[in-house]
């Protein structure tokens, strides 16, 4: 029989959904060290499957709009990235997708909007986090809204791939959420 989730219940909360998480950190992480500490940093905030699908839609936009600006002739952001600090992080998967934790977090969750929390939970600093979240932000164009659509098929895909059954059928962000996704995370962190 399969194992049943809901979108807002803690991954850690059934042992069978640990060793899932896990299996499923290895599209993204290679190193085991650092599939700890996302594991370990996971658990302290309490991750609940939808904060972890919208985090790794971050994650996936964050490379497609990375590689395609590496290869285009013409920005795509208005703002310019120092290309050798964002290839850092792209290439720093582990620092990627804790910092698209935090900002899936940020925008679903208002209540967590504490980069001091987010640096003693972390291996970085808070220094290194904000840096990251900006970085990732310009990546993305400020113009940057979640698509519905785009992280369900993300929750459909890891259903399937696990043998698992979903309680609510979509992940959504709402209309005022989804408004403003980054800037009022940069209003928070005084950038604008």
């Not at 989730?5 to 042992?15: G, R, S, V």
Request: with cysteine; hydrophobic share 40%; aromatic share 14%.
């Amino acid at each position: 029989m399969k194992s049943t989730f809901n979108l807002d219940d803690e991954i850690f909360l059934k042992d069978t959904i640990k060793e899932i998480f896990l299996l499923y950190l290895s599209e993204f992480i290679n190193n085991e060290e650092s599939k700890k500490e996302i594991y370990t940093f996971a658990q302290k905030i309490k991750l609940t499957f939808r904060t972890l699908f919208v985090a790794v839609y971050i994650f996936k936009k964050t490379h497609i709009y990375y590689y395609l600006q590496e290869n285009s002739t013409n920005r795509i952001s208005k703002f310019t990235i120092k290309r050798r600090n964002f290839r850092l992080i792209i290439e720093n998967s582990h620092l990627l997708l804790t910092v698209c934790i935090i900002l899936s977090s940020k925008i679903l969750y208002d209540s967590v909007f504490d980069n001091n929390l987010w640096s003693h939970l972390s291996k970085y600093s808070k220094r290194e986090l904000i840096l990251a979240e900006i970085d990732v932000i310009k990546m993305l164009n400020f113009e940057f809204y979640p698509d519905n659509n785009e992280i369900n098929q993300i929750l459909t895909s890891f259903c399937k791939r696990y043998n698992l059954n979903r309680i609510k059928i979509n992940v959504k962000i709402g209309g005022t959420a989804k408004q403003g996704y980054f800037k009022r995370i940069l209003k928070y962190l005084n950038l604008i």
